[in-house]
């Protein structure tokens, strides 16, 4: 089957603009300052650190090698033209939907504070999502 | 035009490498940069002297110490409890501790009543014991409509006489306490919870319990030199 150019193209540049996101998250949590709660910022700083690791491990870093290995994929699809690597990241992606739809929940629903930068990263997890959805759902007509 | 298709693969894996170590090199840049405002302001910062009716733990004799601008429903507040209850124990003999109410209510609707509440308790003696419950819980009241119910129920649990706890945690007295407290903050430039003064001067929060416990052993050096 040969997949849509607009499907890749897109996918290329949403998973570009989501592991940005997410190294930036990670960088702060290295290297940004100490967290507080302010008038005018909120308590976006709390969620980009402390309650955000697994294992010691910043899920943020997680989500940008999740990104990485996305972008990879496609470049991998641009290179050699191979349509089940588009699959197999059209398929990652759920993992990608999943774990944003729990780490907004956790924002909104636990901590009670909010962080621009991980809404990002679930909209772009979430389109990723749509055009994975998409490209399987291309396949799975064209073979019936 | 270009097209992708017809582009040298070795060139799209090349744009493609050179575009992430460029934007993770920029981006490392961005995220280590403080603001530089609060760094310029942190030097003319000062805390109010302490006062009888301030919340203090530790040695009133100490040569240092530590004042905390605080609210009881920030999350990183909430963050910074277990490091400062170490940090608490273990320097219990060199530090004076002082914990001060700077609700951010604009952000947070229940912060005021929590201050409040805490400094009920400390009219029956049970400042610290509230404080602890207040912040250990913090995810039960913080968003709750009746966050002052609860509050009475944790001094019930602290045996505290709950009729003059309800009574207190409304009283002029109080509001009056918690505003003050407020006030000095803002006139010492607080503007974000935790905010800390290490003898009266604002320092950059710490971003561990070994940052904390380094800052420490410095001015205890210090002190002991002069």
Redesign the interface.
């Given at each position: 089957m040969k997949i849509p150019k607009w499907l890749y193209i897109i996918f290329l540049i949403v998973s570009f603009i989501g592991f940005l996101d997410a190294t930036y998250i990670t960088a702060k949590h290295y290297f940004g300052s100490p967290i507080t709660c302010s008038i005018l910022g909120g308590c976006e700083q709390v969620t980009t650190s402390i309650y955000s690791a697994v294992f010691n491990i910043p899920v943020a870093l997680i989500g940008a090698v999740y990104y990485l290995i996305l972008f990879t994929l496609t470049v991998l699809y641009l290179d050699i033209k191979n349509e089940h690597v588009f699959y197999t990241a059209s398929k990652i992606t759920v993992l990608g939907f999943m774990a944003s739809l729990w780490f907004v929940y956790l924002q909104f629903f636990i901590l009670n504070a909010f962080c621009l930068y991980c809404l990002v990263s679930a909209a772009t997890s979430t389109i990723l999502f749509a055009l994975g959805i998409t490209t399987l759902n291309l396949k799975y007509r064209q073979n019936h | 035009m270009i097209k992708?298709e017809n582009?040298n693969?070795k060139f799209?894996?090349v744009i493609?490498i050179l575009?992430?170590i460029g934007?993770?090199f920029v981006?490392?840049k961005?995220?280590?940069i403080?603001?530089k405002s609060?760094n310029n302001t942190n030097n003319s910062k000062i805390a109010p002297a302490i006062l009888d009716s301030d919340n203090v733990k530790g040695n009133k004799n100490a040569k240092i110490t530590i004042i905390e601008y605080s609210?009881f429903q920030?999350?990183?507040?909430n963050?910074y409890f277990p490091i400062l209850k170490q940090i608490n124990d273990e320097f219990s003999k060199d530090i004076l501790f002082v914990y001060r109410h700077f609700p951010?209510k604009?952000?947070?609707k229940n912060a005021e009543s929590a201050a409040r509440a805490s400094e009920a308790a400390k009219e029956q003696g049970k400042f610290w014991e509230m404080h602890d419950m207040i912040f250990v819980n913090q995810?039960v009241w913080?968003?709750d409509k009746n966050a002052k119910d609860i509050f009475i129920k944790y001094a019930k649990n602290l045996e505290l006489d709950a009729n003059k706890f309800k009574a207190d945690i409304d009283s002029q007295k109080i509001k009056d306490k918690v505003n003050s407290d407020y006030q000095g903050g803002f006139q010492a430039s607080v503007?974000?919870?935790?905010?800390f003064f290490l003898n009266g001067n604002k320092i950059?929060?710490?971003?561990s319990v070994e940052e904390f416990r380094n800052i420490i052993n410095q001015e205890l050096e210090k002190v002991t030199i002069q």
């Open positions: - | 992708l582009m693969n799209i894996w493609a575009a992430i934007t993770v981006l490392m961005l995220a280590s403080t603001p609060d609210d920030c999350p990183a507040c963050a951010l604009q952000i947070h995810s913080a968003e503007n974000s919870t935790p905010s950059q929060n710490p971003r």
